[in-house]
């Protein structure tokens, strides 16, 4: 027992513990000791200020808590200058220290709860004056003026227990304490924090807090990392996180000031509001007003999702451009934020090849970023399959994952173009096993869009019955959009990889003349039943992958 005591009040051992690990020093609850003179040391004068008119919850156009706490966040830019909180700007004085806490930036949803519950040895002091005429509890928040003192809360703690906690605390009380007599110790704090400070320090007496509900748990957090105890913060982002998500409160997790979203201990609840969202709005087409009107927080974690239901990348990126454009009216600002926010959650080597050639002409991006962006597009095009594998295989584990495929509702392809001596193109189109297998046993999937001769094509995979309705097989179609009623005739073939060559085998050709929105293709591709096409043996499978290429001749 005297080991683990001399460790927790021990600073060295404080240091290595506390704040190297990132966890608390001791479970032990000492709420007995809270306020009481018997066990404290140092006396804490907490001088609570009105707070400042703009940092009130009351503001006019705001009627939810993400839309105030995106209000909140325009103020923190403005007076995150002028209003830090440094131990290097307090002048210790002959008989107490003094820091000034007044930090605006804190949430204020909460007002001053549970102080009935406050200890009663705790003495308040009400200021004199005018100041005394415009503390009442019931109406300080709307008469006092800015920076007015409000009233005077003291208590008594413990320097120890306090900075076994918290490196502030330690740093306070181990500069400028040259003598015992200066035992007294000024914090000053905005109104508005008075409830979530007062919470803190019983946690850090007794490792538990009274307050339950998402605002008050979010005070005391704040209040947490300004006077940095992170087994508080940790406390708090896991009771948050067992609570029912909202995308409000998932809007306002992400949307917490920068110094909390840095701390580790916050990072499980930020990744659950990142889940949260993705999942809700996986469907863009679904909720796309909805997704709209999102802060640019809540956009990045829904274009981060590996999940994401979309046509293909195409679509991405034009709901980047359509939403930037709705966010951002000046150019400025819309190419800061496509180019050093937004273009990396777009995917671009998974874009086609004409909405490529459209980024480089678009305005919206500035032009070096632009002309980078679609070279590593192209390039990853240009690489070979097991290249590409390899390259998504490496930045699955990273958070930058532009590599990596989506589950698109149309499957890439890769195309080869030809201009002479006749208008021609390639096309291969890769499945894998499990992707075929959930085709059977009526079901298909389609390929993005290729152009020859300005018209758009499309390859479709079937699961389907063959002609004599005996038996389910693998078929292959092609299709022309629909454009009108151009007529366009068309020689195609249709190959797959075969094993054991693991060449291209031609399994069909013909020629067609289409008209807008039809298909032709073959119901039996590989003239064999579904189950002898997906078997363990099948030819048609290398690595797990199904290798289809058309070759498209326009007929003159």
């Known amino acids: 027992m005297k080991d683990s005591i001399s460790d927790l009040f021990d600073p060295v051992m404080v240091m290595e513990s506390e704040w190297s690990r990132g966890s608390s020093t001791s479970d032990a609850d000492f709420a007995f000791a809270f306020n009481d003179s018997n066990f404290s040391d140092r006396v804490l004068r907490i001088e609570i200020m009105c707070d400042p008119v703009d940092t009130r919850p ?54 001053c709860e549970n102080q009935d519950e406050e200890a009663v040895a705790m003495v308040e002091e009400c200021p004199s004056g005018d100041e005394a005429a415009n503390s009442n509890d019931s109406n300080w928040s709307m008469d006092c003026s800015a920076g007015a003192l409000v009233k005077v809360k003291t208590l008594h703690i413990s320097s120890p227990i306090l900075a076994a906690k918290s490196p502030f605390f330690y740093k306070l009380f181990s500069n400028g304490m040259r003598e015992s007599e200066q035992r007294h110790v000024t914090l000053r704090i905005n109104a508005s924090e008075e409830a979530a400070l007062m919470e803190l320090l019983n946690f850090m007496y007794s490792n538990t807090l009274k307050m339950t509900t998402a605002p008050a748990l979010l005070d005391v957090l704040m209040a947490a990392d300004k006077f940095e105890v992170a087994s508080c913060m940790r406390y708090c982002s896991r009771l948050l996180r067992n609570m029912p998500m909202t995308p409000d409160y998932a809007l306002l997790y992400l949307e917490l000031p920068s110094s909390v979203l840095m701390a580790d201990a916050v990072q499980p609840l930020t990744d659950a509001a990142k889940q949260y969202l993705a999942g809700r709005y996986k469907d863009l087409s679904k909720f796309q007003e909805e997704v709209m009107a999102l802060p640019l927080a809540g956009v ?57 050639k459209k980024v480089l002409t678009c305005n919206d991006f500035d032009h070096d970023v632009a002309s980078k962006l679609v070279l590593e597009g192209l390039f990853f095009k240009a690489e070979a399959p097991h290249r590409q594998r390899s390259l998504a295989a490496e930045e699955s584990a990273s958070s930058n994952r532009r590599f990596v495929e989506r589950a698109y509702k149309y499957r890439p392809v890769k195309v080869v173009e030809f201009e002479l001596p006749r208008q021609q193109c390639v096309v291969y189109l890769d499945l894998k096993r499990e992707e075929c297998n959930n085709l059977f046993p009526s079901g298909r999937v389609y390929s993005q869009a290729f152009h020859l001769g300005g018209q758009g094509f499309f390859l479709s995979a079937h699961c389907n019955m063959d002609q004599q309705s005996s038996f389910h097989c693998f078929g292959l179609f092609l299709g022309m959009q629909e454009k009108g009623s151009v007529s366009f005739a068309v020689d195609y073939e249709f190959a797959a990889r075969s094993r054991p060559t693991e060449e291209f085998v031609s399994k069909y050709k013909g020629n067609y003349t289409f008209t807008g929105g039809k298909a032709v293709g073959y119901r039996n591709l590989f003239a064999i039943p579904w189950t002898s096409f997906m078997a363990e043996d099948s030819l048609y499978f290398i690595n797990g992958v199904l290798h289809l290429r058309a070759e498209l001749t326009i007929r003159h």
């Open 300 to 356: 990045e974690a829904i274009l981060s999702s590996d999940n994401l239901q979309v046509a293909s990348e195409d679509a991405v990126y034009d709901f980047v451009l359509k939403w930037a454009r709705q966010q951002y009216g000046k150019l400025e600002e819309r190419r800061e934020v496509l180019g050093t926010k937004l273009a990396r959650l777009i995917r671009f080597p998974y874009m086609t090849c004409r909405k490529l």
């Open 58 to 111: 009351d503001i006019e156009g705001v009627t939810t808590i993400a839309d105030w706490a995106r209000h909140r966040k325009r103020r923190r830019e403005d007076i995150k200058k002028e209003n830090g909180l440094s131990l290097s700007d307090v002048t210790p004085l002959p008989d107490e220290q003094i820091l000034n806490g007044n930090q605006p930036d804190m949430d204020d949803c909460v007002a």
